[in-house]
């Protein structure tokens, strides 16, 4: 545990539900906490914003002690520098946009400010709302601004609990890029409970996976996502996120070139425009869209093709199955995810330590 990490180790018992969990979070980026409704996600956003009184354990924001059961310290909720954003927007309807931003910064004692009220207007791109009250806004707005108002408070935390559920596929897409913005922006850690794959995928930087109240797996995303004995790659849509430079960009062809580690991704120019020379990006890759060869292809449409060597086999689902790579000649590289046929596995021989070429159909630049 470094200086800046976060740290909860709880214990709480219901009547129908058990919470044991003892895990270490980066001090900084977006620490998703993954798993099936029920698993515990947001009784550790509750333990963590201290509004679980009866939870025994430990709760350290960086070298700030929350709550210390074995030392009876406990630090009610409203002395503990956090934001908490709920899955509906929990804006005062007698206050402005304004009002509410305002109300969040006027409850931060002088000393602890470390931002002005103002610091997540550019962020969220809500300058142009001040004025108006909370039932003139649509459900995006309505929950960048709880997100804004939440940074106000110049929290050491932000807890966000399930943000995006309580909003239709266009409000989620309008409010996604801001969150993404905001990642790059942020210089305190978030908590972040989601039981969405794309979220995860898009936001994250290191994932906790939580199961019948307990911790299952946790670790960097690219890891947590490509491993196959895992319920986030377990599923139709396992993914493999790779994070990519851009090193170059054709205007003839309107493609760029993103190094990764084992290889380069060829890119089509995106809606942003042209990516700037050593642009950092995450790059996401669905493992229905890799198929293997045993020999490099010649004459294909498909752009990116790259060797790599198998690590592991495992069944997906009747029929399929989910073949695990390091990419690179050397077999050093990112992981990647590939999913096949069982008759194609068979006819391939691949096992193990097979030396394959990845040819990657579709390659998605979510941040």
Known sequence: MTANDLQLRAQLQRSDF????DMTLP???ITALFGPSGSGKTTCLRVLAGLERA?????????ATWQDSARGVFVPTHQRALGYVFQEASLFDHQTVEGNLRFGFDRTPATLRRHDWRHGLELLGIGHL???????????ERQRVAIARALATSPQ????DEPLAALDAARKAEILPWLEQLHEALDVPVVYVTHSLDEVARLADHVVLLDQGRVQAEGPLAD???RADLPLAQGDGAVSVLMGRCSGFSPSDLMAVYDIDGGHLLLPQSRQGVPRQGKGARLSIQ??????????PVQTSVLNVLPARVTDVQEAVPGQVLVGLRLG???EGARLLSRISRLSCNRLGIAPGLAVYAQIKGVAMVR
Request: glycine residues 14%.
């Open 55 to 63: 939870a025994r354990g430990q709760v350290r924001v960086g070298d």
């Open 329 to 331: 000649p050397d077999g």
């Open 224 to 226: 947590m996502l490509t």
């Open 130 to 140: 001040l004025q108006r009250w909370p039932h003139q806004l649509s459900g995006g």
């Open 18 to 21: 058990t919470l044991d969990v």
């Open 27 to 29: 001090g900084h980026g």
């Open 157 to 160: 935390l932000l807890l966000m």
């Open 287 to 296: 493992a229905r869209d890799v198929s293997l060869s045993l020999q490099q």
